[in-house]
C-alpha cells in the first residue's frame, strides 16, 4: 500500500460507518415499536432518541388516521399536553432572572387586583413556587365533575373553549386540600394561574414570549400553540367509548379538525409538537441550554410527592425520578384526550426519549402497561447505544 493511502482507507470506512450506526439505532427503534404495536394494538406511535452532538434518530409506526389509512410519520404531529409545563416554569424562571418576578412571591403580589383572587384556596399564602411545584394546596379543575360535565357539554357541541378564568372559577370558595408548602398536590388550575402571572408581569402573551425566547432560536419548527380545533396535519385522536367528557371515539371529523378546541388547556400544557422536537427540547432544557444564565438548579429543586413514592420529587415543572436503575430521570408525561406523550432525560448518560401515541384507550385509567413497559424499553434503548453497549 502507498504511503498515506491506509489514512485515506481508514477516514474513508469511518464516513461509511458513522451512518450506519445511526442507522442501526434507527433500526433498532423502529423495531422496538413494531414489537409494542403488535402486542398492544394501539393506532400509531412516533418515538425519539437524542443524544450529545449526534442527530436525533426518529421513527414511527400505525396510522395518524385509522380510517383514512394515514400512515404515522416521524413528522407527524400530536398535542403534547403536560410535558408543556416545562416552559411554562422555565419561562417564569427567565422571568425571575430578568427582576420581574421572584419564585417567594406571593401569587396575590401579581394578581390581587382581580376581585376573584381573594376567594382562591390559600390566597394570601401560596408563592409563585408553590404553583410551579405543586405545592399551593389548590385542588384540581380538571378532575371536579362540574367542570368535567361543563366541558363535555362543549366538546360535544363544538361550542368555544372554557378560558382559563372560567377554569380557575370551579375552584374559588373551595377548602384548600393543605396548608400551601405543606403537601403535595398536582393541579392544572396552578398552572393556569401561573400563565395569568406571566402575562401580567411580562405585558406578552404567553405563546408569544415561548415561541420567541424557545421555539425560534432551538429551531423546534414543528412545535406550536394547540390554541384551535384546527391545527394542520395533527394525528387523529382516540378514546375510550365511555370517556367522562362524551366525546365520540375518533375525536376529529372527517378533515381531520378536532371536534373540541385544545385552547382550553393554555398553560396546563398547550402545545402541538412531536416526538423529535419534544426529544430536542429535553435534551436542550436539561443540557442546560434553555436559558444564558445557570437555571438547572432551581428546575431540579423538587420535593417529595408522596411518602409512597420516597425517590420521586418534582421541581420546577418537571419530574424527578432520584433513584432508579438507570440513574437520575428527568421529565414530564403528558396525557389529553386522545393523546398520550412521554419526555425522559438520564441525566448518567446524557440521552434524552421522547414518545407521543394518539390514543388513551386503557392508558388514562391505567389499564395497561404500555406508558411505563415503552418508557422502559426505549431507555434501555438510548442508553445502550450512549454508552457504545447492547440494548440491556
Do not use: C
Not at 450506526?21 to 432518541?49: C, M, N, S, W
Not at 403537601?183 to 408569544?208: M, N, P, Q, R
Request: hydrophobic residues 45%; glycine residues 12%.
Amino acid at each position: 500500500m502507498r504511503p498515506g493511502v491506509g489514512s485515506v482507507v481508514i477516514a474513508a470506512l469511518w464516513a461509511i460507518a458513522a451512518p450506519v450506526a445511526a442507522d442501526t439505532l434507527q433500526t433498532r427503534l423502529q423495531g422496538v415499536l413494531a414489537g409494542f404495536h403488535e402486542k398492544y394494538g394501539f393506532p400509531g406511535v412516533t418515538a425519539a432518541i437524542a443524544s450529545p452532538g449526534g442527530p436525533v434518530v426518529t421513527a414511527a409506526i400505525g396510522f395518524s388516521d385509522l380510517e383514512a389509512r394515514r400512515p404515522m410519520t416521524p413528522d407527524t404531529p400530536m398535542l403534547a399536553a403536560s410535558i408543556g409545563k416545562t416552559f411554562v416554569a422555565v419561562t417564569v424562571l427567565a422571568l425571575e432572572d430578568e427582576g420581574l418576578l421572584s419564585l417567594t412571591d406571593p401569587v396575590s403580589k401579581h394578581l390581587g387586583h382581580r376581585d376573584w383572587v381573594a376567594r382562591l384556596p390559600n390566597h394570601a399564602t401560596m408563592t409563585v413556587q408553590d404553583l410551579l411545584r405543586h405545592t399551593s394546596g389548590l385542588p384540581d379543575h380538571v378532575h371536579i365533575a362540574s367542570f368535567q360535565a361543563d366541558m363535555g357539554m362543549r366538546m360535544a357541541s363544538g361550542g368555544a373553549a372554557i378560558g382559563p378564568e372560567e377554569a380557575i372559577a370551579f375552584v374559588l370558595d373551595a377548602e384548600p386540600l393543605f396548608p400551601a408548602g405543606s403537601g403535595w398536590a398536582y393541579t392544572d388550575t396552578g398552572y393556569l394561574l401561573l400563565g395569568l402571572v406571566i402575562e401580567k408581569v411580562s405585558g406578552d402573551g404567553f405563546f408569544d414570549l415561548v415561541t420567541a425566547r424557545f421555539l425560534d432560536p432551538l429551531g423546534l419548527d414543528n412545535t406550536a400553540p394547540a390554541d384551535r380545533p384546527d391545527l394542520p396535519g395533527v394525528a387523529i385522536g382516540y378514546v375510550a367509548q365511555n370517556n367522562p367528557f362524551g366525546l365520540p371515539e375518533r375525536t376529529a371529523d372527517a378533515d381531520g379538525r378536532l371536534l373540541w378546541d385544545p385552547g382550553m388547556e393554555w398553560t396546563g400544557g398547550g402545545f402541538l409538537s412531536t416526538s423529535r422536537d419534544l426529544a430536542r427540547w429535553g435534551q436542550a432544557l436539561f443540557g442546560g441550554e434553555a436559558l444564558e444564565g445557570p437555571y438547572l438548579d432551581r428546575v431540579l429543586d423538587g420535593v417529595p410527592v408522596s411518602p409512597e413514592a420516597p425517590g420521586v420529587l418534582y421541581g420546577a415543572g418537571v419530574a424527578i425520578h432520584s433513584d432508579t436503575p438507570r440513574g437520575p430521570v428527568y421529565g414530564h408525561g403528558g396525557w389529553i384526550p386522545g393523546y398520550v406523550s412521554s419526555l425522559r432525560h438520564y441525566a448518567d448518560h446524557s440521552v434524552t426519549v421522547a414518545f407521543q401515541i394518539n390514543t388513551d384507550v386503557g392508558i388514562a385509567d391505567d389499564d395497561t402497561d404500555l406508558v411505563p413497559a415503552l418508557e422502559a424499553a426505549l431507555a434501555d434503548l438510548a442508553i445502550g447505544n450512549a454508552d457504545g453497549g447492547e440494548n440491556r
